[in-house]
Nanobody, 116 residues
């Protein structure tokens, strides 16, 4: 059974940083590209960043380019999202999933709140 467990969220002031982690159990991790998604209140879930299975290629939505980085450690079955220069509009619940995402793999997410 696959589980994805996100961690690292919290309350941070605008301009601050957070590092999210997503630990995967099961066999999906190393063979799959992974993505970080977020869902703000009243909005649809959106894809924020992706990374290929090898970690050699990444993608970021325009709104986070230059501020967020994504990385993975296949030995630890973990994918990370480093978020710098956070803005209030980054406030959301952040989730990880494989690409393409699979409904059964959604975890609880981790709340990120950017506020002064």
């Amino acid at each position: 059974q696959v589980q994805l467990v996100e961690a690292g969220g919290g309350l941070v002031q605008p301009g601050g940083s957070l590092r999210l982690s997503c630990a995967a159990s099961g066999s999906i991790f190393r063979l799959n590209a992974m993505g970080w998604y977020r869902q703000a209140p009243g909005k649809q879930r959106e894809l924020v960043a992706t990374i290929t299975s090898s970690g050699g290629s990444t993608y970021f939505v325009d709104s986070v380019k230059g501020r967020f980085t994504i990385s993975r450690d296949n030995a630890k079955n973990t994918v990370y999202l480093q978020m710098n220069r956070l803005k209030p509009e980054d406030t959301a619940v952040y989730y990880c999933n494989k690409l393409p995402n699979y409904a059964a793999y959604w975890g609880q997410g981790t709340q990120v709140t950017v506020s002064s």
